[in-house]
């Protein structure tokens, strides 16, 4: 292999890249100024060094606490929690909220062997109760493991007397009726909203 | 910007990955063994230093000669013309052709600003000239720039007493008429191959 079959083929290791992206990416990299290529390397080597869990939270920063965490601006009563630590990012670029988050750092997923032991569930009661949180807003995915991963988040928050949300689920905008899938459909009559008239 | 941050942004300038697909691959790489990183990072590092295009033929190679044109159990009097130098590998996945290439370097595009001048159209003469060449076969792709480049790489060898062919246009093996366009269907009929009885 030489050295562009070897970046080809590293490439196409990474998720939703096949052989012939991975081709076209190495290619295009080569014919790029080589600066391009020298900058990726360098953040790639100090990746993993830089980046590391807030220690409150859990999401991705590069200091202790994350910018969100010490941010004194943030609506520090409201609490939401996420499955993974990428999706504060997601969160964050809607701008629709201003809160403090948890990552769970996964869901329940009794067949591929995680129990709530392995997820941050312990940190998040302690959370509630000391940083005096008044609601939790369960951002887990709508599949079946984040639904049962919200049920036992509701159940662990059931005696401390907080308001616990869970993101509504249904039609996504500029969708189509047609296209909805059933279980879609179902949760968007479940959940439909009156109309002040 | 953190660490992470800038690596998706790095990774969104590659063509066919925006944004989400660059998040996806930074955090993967997060959350994959550190050697991955660092051994893709010498990748990039070490590219451009050891990647160039062969002498003779132009295509990607380490040495001065490709591996192609030194190798003496190839079709040495027969010649495939290419646009790129990514052809050569495409062409090589194949395992049909076994012959020579000879890369051009682009395609005649006046409104680029790409004449001739800047295409290897000289060595191609000299190369077929001097190197007992029987057939030049003309893969350009099937667009207007491939089609007239290949018109003009026939005009350059006319006067050479050799066959010059063009790569077959035509429907792609497992499609389907209903979703062939018209330029594509017209080249089928103008190419067909009568069948023997």
């Known amino acids: 292999m030489n050295a562009l079959e070897e970046l080809t083929e590293s490439f196409s290791r990474l998720p939703g890249i096949g052989k012939k992206s991975a081709t076209r990416i190495a290619v295009h990299i080569l014919k790029t100024d080589e600066s391009y290529a020298q900058n990726l390397a360098q953040q790639l080597l100090t990746l993993h060094e830089r980046i590391h869990p807030c220690s409150i939270c859990g999401a991705f920063t590069e200091k202790d606490t994350c910018e969100i965490c010490s941010d004194p601006s943030r609506e520090r009563n409201l609490l939401c929690v996420v499955e993974q630590p990428q ?111």
Chains 1, 2 share one sequence.
């Open 87 to 197: 999706d504060v990012q997601t969160i964050e670029a809607s701008r629709e909220y201003h809160g403090l988050f948890h990552v769970l750092g996964g869901v329940i997923a009794p067949l591929e062997g995680i129990g709530p032991e392995q997820l941050s569930f312990c940190s998040l009661v302690e959370r509630v109760k000391n940083e005096n949180i008044q609601e939790v807003i369960i951002a887990t995915n709508p599949t079946i493991e984040g639904d049962t991963t919200a049920l036992y988040v509701k159940k662990l928050l059931s005696e401390l007397n907080i308001a616990v949300s869970r993101l509504a689920s249904g039609l996504p905008v500029g969708g189509d009726l047609e296209y909805a899938d059933k279980l879609t459909l179902q949760r968007s009559f479940r959940g439909r909203i009156f109309l002040d008239m």
